[in-house]
């Protein structure tokens, strides 16, 4: 079996081609490198002694993705290749739409035309909005808030009108929650350029002194503490998720949230990584970030129920993970 990984050496994607690897899959990626690292490559073959084949190539630029489906016999597609920063998102609306509809779209067609119909496509929670209750189903009502988000949603309307239109496409739409921790190894993680947007790559870069201290947005929530609530998922859990959605014997179009079910305050998370690495983060409580809602956790009893998924990961792993690979690559 040869998957395709779009975006394969970025964060998700390339503890995801471990995986493949792994489970005795053959991988072919294709990355341009907009967000991402070739030296990523030489760490996933040091992790899995195995061999991965890649191409450095923009997926908005059709004929150059159709030599890959010229060149090697595609099985199946993981499509995580996209901008994913809802603030630049915001800012320059046109180059996410353009970058991460493009793309897919000629993924899409190439696929169909070159006979390939299997594939599993990077969501996000974030196309629930501010969700009417908790836990978070499936079937929850969908909206967004911003340009990211919003070009979120128009794939997942995408992916469900060619499936109207052509059923032997077998689709499967993930939506992730909020994927923290890195590989054990130390090699693989989360490194964003600039001053990170997300809480934990924040977190870490104070508890390495990159900078001061941490911004804690709002804390008169309606939470525990009231501080924001997420459901907190290892980078690890949920590669394996797509490892489990290639091999799901259910065909047709697939929706799954893969999350924890558990939420975790920005204080709890803090607390729980000062414990467990022995460091002290210093924060401050700022206002609210706009757009922020109080709460998000997941149901993952559908992923669990039909994939058999099981996130074995605890909070302290995560905790641990991440701070272990800032460490090692700084
Ligand atoms: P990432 O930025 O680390 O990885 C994305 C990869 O896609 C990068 O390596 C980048 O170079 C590549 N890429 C982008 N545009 C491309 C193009 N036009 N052609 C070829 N390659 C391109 O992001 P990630 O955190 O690994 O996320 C993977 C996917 O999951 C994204 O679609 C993201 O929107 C989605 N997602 C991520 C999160 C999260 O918190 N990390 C949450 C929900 C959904
Ligand atoms: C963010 C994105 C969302 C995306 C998700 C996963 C926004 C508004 N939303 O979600 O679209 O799908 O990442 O990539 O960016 N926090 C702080 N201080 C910080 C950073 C965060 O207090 O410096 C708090 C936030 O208010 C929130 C929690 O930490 O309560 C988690 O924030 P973050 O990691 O940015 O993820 P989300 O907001 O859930």
Same mark, same amino acid.
């Given at each position: 079996m040869k998957v395709l990984v779009t975006g394969g050496l970025g964060f998700i994607g390339s503890h995801t081609v471990v995986d493949l690897l792994n489970e005795g899959y053959e991988v072919v990626i294709v990355d341009n490198l907009v967000n991402s690292k070739e030296d990523v490559l030489s760490k996933i073959k040091k992790i899995t002694n195995k061999d991965v084949t890649f191409y450095k190539i923009d997926l908005c630029l059709k004929e150059d993705l159709r030599k890959i489906f010229e060149k090697e016999k595609i099985d199946s597609v993981i499509h995580f290749a996209g901008l994913k920063a809802v603030g630049e998102s915001v800012e320059k609306p046109l180059m996410y739409y353009e970058n991460n509809l493009i793309s897919t779209i000629n &993924? &899409?067609?190439?696929?169909?035309? /070159? #006979?390939? /119909?299997?594939?599993?496509? =990077? =969501?996000?929670? %974030?196309? +629930? #909005?501010?969700? !009417?209750?908790?836990? @978070? +189903?499936?079937?929850?009502? &969908? =909206? %967004?808030?911003?340009? +990211? #988000? %919003?070009?979120?949603?128009? @794939?997942? $309307? @995408?992916? %469900?009108?060619? +499936? !109207?239109?052509? $059923? !032997?496409?077998d689709i499967t739409i993930l939506r992730y929650f909020n994927p923290i921790g890195a590989h054990k190894s130390g090699l693989l993680g989360e490194d964003p350029n600039g001053i990170p947007n997300n809480l934990m790559p924040y977190i870490v870069r104070v508890a390495t002194s990159k900078l001061p201290v941490l911004n804690v947005f709002g804390n008169d929530y309606n939470t525990v503490d009231g501080t924001g609530v997420r459901d907190y998922i290892h980078v690890c859990d949920l590669s394996y998720g797509h490892v489990l959605a290639l091999k799901n014997k259910k065909t047709g179009l697939k929706i799954y949230n893969l999350g924890t079910g558990k939420g975790t305050s920005v204080l709890e998370l803090v607390k729980r990584f000062e414990s467990v690495n022995h460091v002290k983060i210093n924060y401050q409580i700022t206002k609210r970030r706009e757009g922020d809602i109080d709460s998000c956790y997941a149901s993952n009893e559908k992923a669990v129920r039909e994939l058999g998924f099981n996130p074995k990961y605890t909070l302290d792993d995560m905790c641990l993970d991440s701070y272990n690979f800032i460490k090692n690559n700084n």
């Amino acid at each position: 079996m040869k998957v395709l990984v779009t975006g394969g050496l970025g964060f998700i994607g390339s503890h995801t081609v471990v995986d493949l690897l792994n489970e005795g899959y053959e991988v072919v990626i294709v990355d341009n490198l907009v967000n991402s690292k070739e030296d990523v490559l030489s760490k996933i073959k040091k992790i899995t002694n195995k061999d991965v084949t890649f191409y450095k190539i923009d997926l908005c630029l059709k004929e150059d993705l159709r030599k890959i489906f010229e060149k090697e016999k595609i099985d199946s597609v993981i499509h995580f290749a996209g901008l994913k920063a809802v603030g630049e998102s915001v800012e320059k609306p046109l180059m996410y739409y353009e970058n991460n509809l493009i793309s897919t779209i000629n &993924l &899409l067609e190439l696929m169909q035309e /070159y #006979g390939v /119909y299997k594939i599993v496509f =990077s =969501s996000s929670a %974030t196309v +629930y #909005g501010n969700p !009417k209750s908790l836990p @978070i +189903y499936e079937d929850f009502p &969908l =909206s %967004t808030t911003n340009p +990211y #988000g %919003t070009t979120k949603l128009m @794939i997942e $309307n @995408i992916l %469900t009108d060619l +499936y !109207k239109s052509d $059923n !032997k496409f077998d689709i499967t739409i993930l939506r992730y929650f909020n994927p923290i921790g890195a590989h054990k190894s130390g090699l693989l993680g989360e490194d964003p350029n600039g001053i990170p947007n997300n809480l934990m790559p924040y977190i870490v870069r104070v508890a390495t002194s990159k900078l001061p201290v941490l911004n804690v947005f709002g804390n008169d929530y309606n939470t525990v503490d009231g501080t924001g609530v997420r459901d907190y998922i290892h980078v690890c859990d949920l590669s394996y998720g797509h490892v489990l959605a290639l091999k799901n014997k259910k065909t047709g179009l697939k929706i799954y949230n893969l999350g924890t079910g558990k939420g975790t305050s920005v204080l709890e998370l803090v607390k729980r990584f000062e414990s467990v690495n022995h460091v002290k983060i210093n924060y401050q409580i700022t206002k609210r970030r706009e757009g922020d809602i109080d709460s998000c956790y997941a149901s993952n009893e559908k992923a669990v129920r039909e994939l058999g998924f099981n996130p074995k990961y605890t909070l302290d792993d995560m905790c641990l993970d991440s701070y272990n690979f800032i460490k090692n690559n700084n």
